[in-house]
């Protein structure tokens, strides 16, 4: 049995030795070691060998099995380290590209709104998106009879006809008046709900940012002024702008303010409806209704509020012509801005 082994041992010796790749390797694997491998049939034939030469062939066997699979495993790591896979790295491969949020366009002209005014001495307020009617409308002059109390205009509460989603951020102005002395200087930003049919100009839920500044001797040039300064820093100093009277229940006198068209620039197309002008803002001065409603006297004080519809504000610095496209939420369309 012996010679049997050292026949084996030779003929394992020269297989290594011509082993060039791992499918040898495994060939090599499956002839030898495999529990029905060489190796094995010759630990199977040793308990017919006489009991004296037991010990010889089971020291020889052994061995035999050590050197066999040490063997293998050396080969196995030396094909394996080599493999193309493992040895090379390709350092001129792109990067791999880790996608960050962004702001919201409609977020970042609200905050950059916010940083100008905050710049010309303006705090901010908030309030609730959900009112009563009496801080929607009857403390901001509404006559009882106005249309945008109506169910059409306004989504109201089921539960409770007095309370309403705010119409616009207004009733901000009159908590504000009722919980701090003058003189008052605040924006006030946030969402405000109509009940409107939604459209490429309009939606029944959008933003809006108010302004409020009450003193002594507050005049219309100062509101004229202010919402200037504003505009010049926020279109440009080469923006035009126009002041058109208007009308609102919460002001006295009211007035609008507009800018040249983005895209026609003042010569008329579809989004200025051939006027050349866009409507930016409503302004006005603090009817004296809604400081005695804000238990302010009009006789010693006097006002100026402001509101921009922050959709419309960024719609005219995108370009995109469809409000609905803001809310659509497709990146391809938000990532632009
Ligand atoms: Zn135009």
Not at 111 to 122: K, P, V
Not at 128 to 154: K, S
Not at 214 to 221: T, W
Request: include cysteine; hydrophobic fraction near 35%.
């Amino acid at each position: 049995m012996v010679e049997q082994i050292k026949k084996l041992e030779t003929e394992i010796r020269t297989t290594l030795g011509n082993i060039k790749d791992a499918v040898e390797l495994d060939l090599f694997r499956l002839k030898y070691l495999v529990k029905k491998g060489s190796i094995a049939a010759l630990f199977e034939q040793m308990k017919d060998a006489p009991p004296s030469e037991k010990p010889i062939v089971g020291r020889e066997l052994n061995l035999l099995r050590h050197i066999a699979e040490s063997e293998y495993k050396e080969l196995k790591e030396k094909f394996n380290s080599s493999s193309p896979a493992k040895k090379q790295i390709d350092l001129t491969l792109p990067g791999r590209t880790h996608f960050t949020g962004t702001f919201h366009p409609t977020l970042r002209t609200m905050d950059e709104m916010i940083d100008i005014f905050t710049e010309l001495g303006f705090g901010v307020a908030e309030g609730p998106d959900i009112e009563d009617g009496y801080h929607n409308f009857d403390a901001l002059n509404f006559p009882p009879d106005h249309p945008a109390r109506d169910m059409q205009d306004t989504f109201f509460i089921k539960s409770d006809k007095d309370l309403l989603l705010r119409t616009h951020t207004s009733p901000v102005q009159i908590r504000v008046m009722q919980n701090q002395k003058p003189p008052i200087r605040c924006i006030m930003p946030g969402r405000v709900y109509r009940n409107e049919a939604i459209n490429a100009r309009s939606l029944a839920e959008f933003h809006q940012i108010e302004g409020l500044y009450i003193n002594k001797k507050v005049s219309l040039a100062e509101l004229k002024g202010t919402l200037m300064v504003f505009a010049k820093k926020m279109y440009g100093e080469n923006s035009s702008f126009r002041f058109r009277p208007s009308f609102f229940p919460f002001t006295e006198p009211s007035a609008e303010l507009d800018i040249t068209c983005y895209l026609c620039h003042g010569a008329g197309c579809r989004i200025c409806k051939h006027s050349g002008w866009l409507e930016i803002a409503g302004c006005g001065m603090v009817h004296p209704n809604v400081l005695r409603a804000g238990g302010i006297d009009p006789e010693v004080y006097s006002g100026y509020a402001f509101g921009f519809g922050i959709e419309r504000v960024t719609l005219l610095r995108t370009g995109i012509d469809d409000i609905r496209l803001l809310y659509d939420n497709d990146v391809r369309v938000l990532r632009q801005f």
